[in-house]
Nanobody, 126 residues
Framework: VQLVESGGGFVQSGDSLRLSCTASGFAFSMYSMAWFRQAPGKERSLVATINWSGHSTLYTDSVKGRFTISRDNAKNTMYLQMSSLKPEDTAVYYC????????????????????WGQGTQVTVSS
């Protein structure tokens, strides 16, 4: 089982980035997916989550209207399109998978996620 994030980088405030998470070794379409982030000295927290089909999504309030989560089950890949980036978005971004086809998607504790990626750094400079 593997989740591999990519697309992180160093950008200026107001810029955009698209993160990708490519899955292998498990039945991707049987899992809801999520992006979490962890800034230095802070706990890992949920950014956005998406159900197995991609038709149900949830976002933390601080990214609503700026970030878009999506998935392509044919490619076993999830995305996070991030726009209007702010310095407070600086963090390591992790993707995670949780077994189940709940619709609508639910906010689940991070301890209940089955698989995690290694993370990709996003740094937003002011």
């Amino acid at each position: 089982v593997q989740l591999v994030e990519s697309g992180g980088g160093f950008v200026q405030s107001g810029d955009s980035l698209r993160l990708s998470c490519t899955a292998s070794g498990f039945a991707f379409s049987m899992y809801s997916m999520a992006w979490f982030r962890q800034a230095p000295g802070k706990e890992r927290s949920l950014v956005a989550t998406i159900n197995w089909s991609g038709h149900s999504t949830l976002y933390t309030d601080s990214v609503k209207g700026r970030f878009t989560i999506s998935r392509d089950n044919a490619k076993n890949t999830m995305y996070l399109q991030m726009s209007s980036l702010k310095p407070e978005d600086t963090a390591v971004y992790y993707c995670a998978a949780r077994f189940g086809r709940n619709t609508p998607v639910q906010v689940a504790p991070r301890e209940t996620f089955d698989y995690w990626g290694q993370g990709t750094q996003v740094t937003v400079s002011s």
